[in-house]
C-alpha cells in the first residue's frame, strides 16, 4: 500500500469518527404547549428591526394563512391593528407593551404570537442585490404568561448579471434597483418565511384543534 493511500485511508477514518461524535439537535420541548392547548392566536403587529417601512405590514398581510392552515383561530390582522390604532395604540413597540390580561379581556386570545422582523428588503452592492427576510417569533399563553413555543425563520435570494459585460451588468442593476424600489421585493419571501417558521420539521407549531390531524407534530 502507498503512502498516499494510507494517508487517504487515515483521512477517511477521521472523517467517520468525527461524524460518529457529532449531536444530534436537541428536539423541541413542546409540553407547556400541550399543556396549553391554544385554540385561538392573536397577532400583533411586529417589532420592526429592518430599515425597510414596508416590512410590519408586508410581514403581517402573510402571517394569518400559514396558521389558519395549521389549524387554529386567527384573529383578523387587520381588525386587530385597526382596533389598537383606534385605542391610541400606533406602534408595534406600544402594542407589544401592553399586559397579557388586558389583550385577553379585549380579544379573548388563547395566545399571543410576538414577531420580530430582524432583516427585511433588499440590498445592493455594485452589480449584484439580494433580499433577505428574518423572522423571529415567541407564541406567549394569554392566560398564565408561559412561553409556549418560539421559532426562526431566514430566507435570501441574490441576483447578479455579468453576462453583458461591466456596462451592461451595470445597467441592469440599475433597472432592477428601480423595479424593486416601486415595489416590495421581499413581500413574496415573507409568505415563505411565515410557512417555513410554522411548519418547520421538529420546530414548528404542533397542528392545532381544527386540522385534520390535532395535535400532531410538524
Not at 494517508?7 to 409540553?31: F, N
Not at 417589532?47 to 384573529?75: I, M, Q, R, W
Not at 415595489?183 to 421538529?202: C, E, S, W, Y
Request: glycine fraction near 10%; charged fraction near 15%; hydrophobic fraction near 45%.
Amino acid at each position: 500500500m502507498t503512502a498516499r493511500a494510507v494517508l487517504l485511508l487515515g483521512a477517511v477514518a477521521a472523517a467517520v469518527v468525527l461524524s460518529g461524535c457529532q449531536t444530534a439537535p436537541a428536539s423541541r420541548d413542546y409540553s407547556a404547549f400541550q399543556r396549553a392547548a391554544p385554540r385561538s392566536i392573536l397577532i400583533v403587529p411586529p417589532l420592526n428591526k429592518s430599515t425597510d417601512l414596508n416590512a410590519g405590514y408586508g410581514f403581517l398581510s402573510t402571517a394569518t394563512e400559514p396558521l389558519a392552515e395549521h389549524g387554529y383561530y386567527v384573529f383578523p390582522v387587520a381588525v386587530v391593528d385597526e382596533m389598537f390604532r383606534q385605542n391610541g395604540l400606533p406602534t408595534a413597540a406600544e402594542i407589544h407593551a401592553v399586559g397579557l390580561p388586558k389583550l385577553r379581556e379585549i380579544f379573548g386570545a388563547d395566545a399571543v404570537l410576538y414577531p420580530v422582523i430582524e432583516s427585511y428588503g433588499t440590498k445592493y452592492v455594485v452589480i449584484s442585490s439580494t433580499t433577505v427576510v428574518n423572522v423571529t417569533a415567541r407564541l406567549v399563553d394569554a392566560r398564565s404568561g408561559e412561553l409556549l413555543w418560539e421559532g426562526r425563520a431566514e430566507l435570501h435570494q441574490g441576483s447578479s448579471d455579468g453576462n453583458g459585460g461591466l456596462i451592461g451588468a451595470l445597467v441592469g442593476a440599475a433597472l432592477t434597483q428601480v423595479l424593486n424600489s416601486s415595489r416590495d421585493a421581499a413581500h413574496p419571501m415573507a409568505k415563505l418565511v411565515n410557512v417555513q417558521l410554522i411548519d418547520r420539521a421538529g420546530q414548528g407549531l404542533p397542528y392545532g384543534p381544527y386540522s385534520a390531524t390535532p395535535g400532531r407534530l410538524p
